[in-house]
Nanobody, 131 residues
């Protein structure tokens, strides 16, 4: 049974940093056909937003939303079966619940930020940024 468990959220002041982790169980994130993963976020009253994603392959092509480019970095530790999101220079508009997602069907080299492309989701971790 696939499970994704996020951690690392918290409250920081603007300009601060956080690193989110997503531990996967029930499958291997380094298997070519199931290695696509992503981070999404949703703030109260707003539509969900794709933040960062990694495509298939040993290197894994990366994709980022324009709103986080240059500030957020997605990475994987295959040995730990864990996905990370390093978030620097956080701003109040980054305040959201952050979710980890896995795409175990139709995984390709192209990273996708479409929610409908992912079939497994974690429970989320809250990030709050104060000004």
């Amino acid at each position: 049974q696939v499970q994704l468990v996020e951690s690392g959220g918290g409250s920081v002041r603007a300009g601060g940093s956080l690193r989110l982790s997503c531990v996967a169980s029930g499958y291997r994130i380094d298997t070519l056909s199931t290695s696509c993963m992503g981070w999404f976020r949703q703030a109260p009253g707003k539509e969900p937003e794709g933040v960062a994603a990694i495509g298939a392959g040993p290197g894994g092509s990366l994709g980022y939303a324009d709103s986080v480019k240059g500030r957020f970095t997605l990475s994987k530790d295959n040995a730990k079966n864990t996905l990370y999101l390093q978030m620097n220079n956080l701003q109040p508009e980054d305040t959201s619940m952050y979710y980890c997602a896995a795409r175990t069907r139709g995984c390709t080299w192209n990273p996708t930020l479409l929610r409908s492309d992912y079939n497994y989701w974690g429970q989320g971790t809250q990030v709050t940024v104060s000004s």
